[in-house]
């Protein structure tokens, strides 16, 4: 069923008794722990397991990876955007080849049994809850992984090759020198192509094409075996499925063969309010049904803001400016419907058109109609300018207790009737978004979780918290929200799946994955027995033998 590239084992034959010294020393610093993970605010170890023996220092002179392993100035893969988690790893590998990936996890996999070792994978460190961290073990840092350099082919099913390690706003960038671009986006781009893939990449071309894991033709990933296996729709499916949206449990992505379709040059963005939210998930719903429907259908929850419109001006242009200048948001929860349409300067005459015929039929407040024409490159990379902005004012690297939640069609109005208003009585800590999508033809075979009903509202509480704040724009505050409205989803049974989900015990997890444990489990004992990958999931716990794993 898998295929290993035979130049990986010779490389691993010659470095194998080196690197056994090298992770005895190792497991010594990283085996008396118990599991960090928990429901405090922060977690945090304050031992340094990579404060090795002068002995580790020299053995690893010797080592042949095409990249190296650092035991110092390592503190950075002990972060993540979500700022609360920060667990020490013992060393950070910095890849230059596929081989470097596959010899240390393979190595670690034919340890010692007493081994704890584990092993992670980090893109550009954006996980929430130390998803992407590795206490005691090792941290791969996949944006040193460059290889293969981006390729393309072009022809009726156009394609590009990558490594994980690029970033998708790169992947943009070459595509359109081709004429050329991925389907399916996420809200922000400077994102790792494996990191996305791991979880699934939704954003508001997402009721079009599918998630980014529908967007895939075939893969290339390192096992928590070691083994290197290419894999597709067509070969090793088992292994291809289970790694889309597989949380890391299954293989580290090394490689991707992503969708490409044309690009357009411009896009027509527009922004409308709703105070009746029925009228709001109507009109959401019809335009995700229709046929030549906008390109990008999303939304977002507002309350209590003041000035909300004038905000909007510095990028938006009023298509009623007297009745702009005459609503007033204050004190109000309103429902922004944004939308953009894609098209190229030639067909200038008739988008208009087009938008307008697709606007007609909405029941948004007249008065609030937002319109911007932007390129689309910039559309695509708006949420970049906003961290800019952030990292400026030095509030880009504080904690974000994010609760993302996908919430069936038939529940989202007992949802919102509780959430909106009376558990959160304002959006001043950050954006809420909300947004339906329909699964019906995405693919059924992948890892990610989703309701049962084929259409469900992603629902997102994109929260930061002020440092040492103690009122509501603390962490403290923003958490015990999060709290009630997972509690109300709960007690209220409305059959809700976390996105980027965190849960702190396996009975947790069991819960979420529901009737589809069992194939989870079963793809973990096949292709990571041990549970050495990616450990900050919380799923599993490292073991030693392979009966030692309970379903």
Sequence with gaps: MRHVYSKYHNSFKQKVLVFRVLLFFLHGFAIHREHPFSNHNFVSTTESPHLVPSIMQSTIGILTFDGHLSFENIDHAAKDFGNRYHLMPSAVLYPKSISDISSIIKYIFCMDKSSQLTVAARGRGHSLEGQAQAYGGVVINMESLQMPEISFHIGKCPYVDVSAGQLWISILH??????????????YLHLTVGGTLSNAGISGQAFRHGPQINNVYQLEVVTGRGEVVTCSKNNNTDLFHAVLGGLGQFGIITKARI??????????????????????????????????????????????RTG?????????????????????????????????????????????????????GLSNIPSTLFL???????????????????????????????????????????????????IINDTSNGPVLIYPIDKS?????????????????????????????????GLDHILSQNNKILKFCEKSDLGIKQYLPHYSSQEEWKAHFGIHWEAFFRRKLTYDPLAILAPGQGIFQRVHSFDQQQP
């Design 259 to 304: 969708a490409l379709e044309p690009a357009p040059k411009m896009v027509k963005w527009i922004r409308a309010l709703y105070s009746d939210f029925t009228l709001f998930t109507h009109d959401q719903e019809l335009l995700i049904s229709a046929e030549g429907s906008f390109d990008y259908i999303e939304g977002f929850v507002i309350i209590n």
């Design 174 to 187: 070459a595509s359109l020198e081709k004429g050329l671009a991925p389907k399916s986006w996420t809200d």
């Design 372 to 422: 911007s024409e932007v390129s689309y490159v910039d559309f695509l990379d708006r949420v970049h300018v906003s961290e800019i902005k952030l990292q400026e004012k030095g509030l880009w690297e504080i904690p974000h207790p994010w609760l993302n939640l996908l919430i069936p069609r038939s529940k989202i109005h007992i949802f919102a009737q509780e959430v909106f208003g009376n």
């Design 308 to 360: 909300l419109l004038n905000n909007w001006r510095s990028s938006f242009n009023p298509k009623d400016p007297v009745q702009a200048n005459q609503f007033i948001s204050d004190g109000k929860i309103l429902f922004c419907l944004e939308v953009a349409k894609y098209f190229n300067p030639d067909e200038t005459d008739h988008i208009d058109k087009d938008i307008d015929t697709l606007l007609s």
């Design 441 to 473: 033809r995405w693919e059924k075979e992948t890892s990610l979780i989703t309701p049962e009903e084929d259409v469900f509202y992603l629902v997102a509480f994109l929260s930061s918290a002020r440092p040492s704040s103690t009122g509501k724009d």
